[in-house]
């Protein structure tokens, strides 16, 4: 008699189906157990393996970030007070780097102030050669000896210079949305296109602020003086910056709060219409008038934080709304200032700033990254608007928040005729009413009343 040879597919099926058979009826008899946890070995290595790994998946806070702050001896004596207005002394972590050692009269050293380092002398270390810009290289090198400190628990690090002013709380929960495990480099443009053209659409500018996660920080720190080399010829440090970056194949994400303000003269216009999302930071103060008037730039920095202070998340935010029987438009900055038109203008309209500023170099337009109202206006009587500015601010019954609006001087014009001439000339003060459920919220309906020159607005 003779036989065929069984294959070998069928032989292990067999086998498999065989060995299964055998596991179920070992795990039935162990179910049947009352030890049976002692011997649940899987359980026990999760448990295990999850308590030696360290939590990282907790919601990111003020104290994993680490700022970078570029600046100067020579300008820190008018710069310091910009520094000031945000740093939170023994809660924000980070350094101002400078270019030499302080001089007599900063010693002893404020702790008002971030700690401070003094930048390597990397020329009379020869670490490069044919540099155009040593200046700028210094700039861009406080990134690695930013690094280089050694902090532990870090997520992000954020760059500045001592003339940017940083909303922190805001920063902290627009960075909390990022994965920060993960190569990630943001930032913003320039207001400006020329600014953006010389350089690219995709760079961060450093005055405005970035962020570069750990992850991307060490990388970059590990070749950070063979790129610098590549790029001596460059002379902005945040070009050196983005091309280096673009070499580790990272791109910028672009994060919108951030502003670089490569404007001069009066930016009112641009702040009294920030669009609804978190201010993140504000540069190139020395440059822009007050943006309060009456005060000077260290106080209307002051001034500003104060409403921070109460509600950083809204601080900015535009809220437009209208009064129908008077053909009035009301666009409310909060914490910043309050327009009133003598007429009735669409949302879209409204959300453009008024070009009160201009920009650093005279070009052809287009000129800004967004679009933007005259100025002055071609219908001054009914597109100039009334203007108020930020005056208190203080909690009233039910947890509401009231900030008040002073005007800043008479608008000096005949009222809007095609709106009824109902002219806001008497209204001197106005006060808005904030409740924490309207956050983030368009405001369609106002109910208010006028008391004498006041007008309380209810959201």
Known sequence: MSYSPIPLATLFK?????????LLMFYISLKKNTHFHQFNLLANFTQNWQASVPITNTPTNISHIVYGIVGSMNTWKHKNSYVKSWWRPNVTRGYLFLDRDPTMDFLPWSSSYPPFRVNENFIKRSLYKNIVRPDQVRIVRTVMETFKQGDED?????????????????????????????????????????????????????????????????????VFDKCIQRYTHLWVSDFML?????????SLTHQKGFHQIDLVGDISGLLSAHPQIPLLSLHHLDTIDPIFPFMNRSESINHLMKASKVDHSRLLQQTICYHRPSNWSFSVSWGYSVHIYENIFPRSYLRKPI???????????????????????GNPCCEAPHVFYFDSIEKSEGNQTVTTY???????????????????????????????AAKHMEVLHYSWYRKRSLLQCFT
């Open 14 to 22: 067999s086998l498999a189906i065989f060995l299964g058979l055998v």
């Open 154 to 222: 870090v997520r992000w690090y954020v760059m500045a210079d001592d003339d940017t002013i940083v909303f922190v709380d805001n920063l902290v929960e627009v960075l909390a949305k990022y994965d920060h495990s993960k190569y990630m480099y943001i930032g913003a443009n320039s207001e400006c296109i020329k600014s953006n053209f010389d350089f690219s659409f995709d760079m961060a500018f450093g005055g405005a602020g970035y962020a570069l996660s750990y992850p991307l920080a060490a990388a970059l720190a590990k």
């Open 242 to 250: 983005y091309s280096c970056l673009s070499d580790l194949v990272v």
């Open 355 to 377: 070009e009160t500023f201009r920009p650093w170099r005279k070009e052809r337009p287009p000129l800004y990254m967004f679009n933007t109202r005259p100025w002055p206006p």
């Open 406 to 436: 002073v005007r800043a001087s008479p608008r000096g014009l005949a009222a809007c005729s095609s709106s009824g001439n109902f002219s806001a000339d008497p209204i001197t003060q106005i006060q808005v009413f904030s409740s924490p």
